[in-house]
Nanobody
Framework: QVQFVESGGGLVQPGGSLRLSCSAS????????MGWYRQGPGKQRELVAA???????????TYLDSVKGRFTISRDNAKKMVYLQMNNLEPEDTAVYYC???????????WGQGTQVTVSS
């Protein structure tokens, strides 16, 4: 079992940037493909960005079409951390953001509290 604590959200104006952090606890973090998810008001949770597993922190990344070129996911296996750099934010990016195992490769672990991102002028 792996647990996650997300942080770094906040209120930002359109065009602004935020960097989200996810701290993982538990064993074998590096073997899991990871993802950042979001759930906007009245919407279903969606996978925004994903990064493959591996013995090193380098991994192949994939993104939701609407965030390509604006968001970057990365991981540091030694620190058991996953990051999401978000640039050129849009009001449509407003949501609670979560990290977890990539659900395309296995059942997610228990969800953390998430971190709220609000993009508004």
């Amino acid at each position: 079992q792996v647990q996650f604590v997300e942080s770094g959200g906040g209120l930002v104006q359109p065009g602004g940037s935020l960097r989200l952090s996810c701290s993982a606890s538990g064993n074998s973090f590096s073997i899991y493909a990871m993802g950042w998810y979001r759930q906007g008001p009245g919407k279903q949770r969606e996978l925004v960005a994903a990064i493959t597993s591996g013995a090193t922190s380098a991994g192949t990344t994939t993104y939701l079409d609407s965030v390509k070129g604006r968001f970057t996911i990365s991981r540091d296996n030694a620190k058991k951390m996953v990051y999401l750099q978000m640039n050129n934010l849009e009001p449509e990016d407003t949501a609670v953001y979560y990290c977890n195992r990539n659900w395309n490769y296995g059942s997610p672990f228990d969800w953390g509290q998430g971190t709220q991102v609000t993009v508004s002028s």
